[in-house]
C-alpha cells in the first residue's frame, strides 16, 4: 500500500460544479497535511493547509479525518482556472519528518 | 520577495553521463529539499538539509547521486553515471524551518532532465 493515495482522475466537470477530491495516508502518526496545485509544466505551489478543525478559504474546503485517515478538498463553483493537478502531502515522523506526496489528481473544469 | 532559484531548466544528456544542479533557496530558509517528479508521479523527496546538515537521505540512490549544501544556503545535485530512468523533474524546494511545525515548502520551477 503506497503512504500516501490519491484517485488519478481525471476529474471532468462543467463550469460552476462542485467536485471533491480524498486523499488517504497511511501513517497514523502523520502530523500536518497540505494541499498543492500543480499547473501542466510548472512547480507545486501551496494551495492550503489542512488543520484539525478543518479550514476555508474562499472557494476551497479542505478537511481532516484522523479516524479514517484522509483529507479531502472541495470546490464550489469551479473556474476553468481551476484546471490543473492537486496534490496531497503528508508530513509524518519516520525517523525525521518528511514530506509525501500524493501522485495528484487531474481536474479538468470545461465551459 | 525573491524564489528559489534553480538551474539549469533543461538539461539533455546521454546515459553514462554526468550531470549536476543547482538550487538557491529563499533567503532566510534554514532547510532545503530536492526532489524527483516523474511524469505521473508525485514529488519524491530525495534529501533534506536542515542547514548544511543532512535531515534525511533515505530515498536518495547514493550509488549514483550526491548533493550537498556546503555554506546552509546554496545546493547542488548530482548524477554520475546517469541512467534513462533518472529522466524527470528535479525539483527543489525550501522552508523557513524544520517541517515537524508544518512549515510551507516553496518551489523552484524545476530543471527537466532528459537522459537518453
Known amino acids: 500500500r503506497k503512504e500516501v493515495e490519491q484517485d488519478p482522475g481525471p476529474f471532468n466537470v462543467p463550469e460552476g460544479a462542485t467536485v471533491a477530491f480524498n486523499c488517504t495516508y497511511s501513517?497514523?502518526?502523520?502530523?500536518?497535511f497540505f494541499w498543492y496545485r500543480q499547473d501542466c509544466r510548472k512547480e507545486p505551489k501551496l494551495l492550503m493547509s489542512?488543520?484539525?478543525s478543518g479550514n476555508e478559504d474562499g472557494r476551497f474546503t479542505a478537511q481532516l479525518n484522523r479516524a479514517s485517515q484522509y483529507i479531502s478538498l472541495l470546490i464550489r463553483d469551479s473556474k476553468l482556472s481551476d484546471s490543473a493537478t492537486y496534490l496531497c502531502?503528508?508530513?509524518?515522523?519516520?525517523?525525521?519528518?518528511?514530506?509525501?506526496f500524493g501522485a495528484g489528481t487531474r481536474l479538468f473544469v470545461k465551459a | 520577495e525573491a524564489g528559489v532559484a534553480q538551474s539549469p531548466r533543461y538539461k539533455i544528456i546521454e546515459k553514462r553521463q554526468s550531470v549536476a544542479f543547482w538550487c538557491n533557496p529563499i533567503?532566510?530558509?534554514?532547510?532545503l529539499y530536492w526532489y524527483q517528479q516523474i511524469l505521473g508521479q508525485g514529488p519524491k523527496l530525495l534529501i533534506q538539509?536542515?542547514?548544511?546538515?543532512?535531515?534525511?537521505d533515505s530515498q536518495l540512490p547514493k550509488d549514483r547521486f550526491s548533493a550537498e549544501r556546503l555554506k546552509g544556503v546554496d545546493s547542488t545535485l548530482k548524477i554520475q553515471p546517469a541512467k534513462l530512468e533518472d529522466s524527470a523533474v528535479y525539483l527543489c524546494?525550501?522552508?523557513?524551518?524544520?517541517?515537524?511545525?508544518?512549515?510551507?515548502?516553496?518551489f523552484g520551477p524545476g530543471t527537466r532532465l532528459l537522459v537518453l
Open positions: 501513517n497514523s502518526a502523520s502530523q500536518s
Open positions: 538539509f536542515q542547514n548544511n546538515g543532512v535531515v534525511d
Open positions: 533567503s532566510g530558509h534554514a532547510t
Open positions: 502531502a503528508v508530513n509524518g515522523n519516520t525517523g525525521g519528518f518528511k514530506t509525501i
Open positions: 489542512v488543520y484539525s
Open positions: 524546494a525550501s522552508s523557513l524551518d524544520y517541517p515537524g511545525a508544518g512549515e510551507t515548502q516553496y
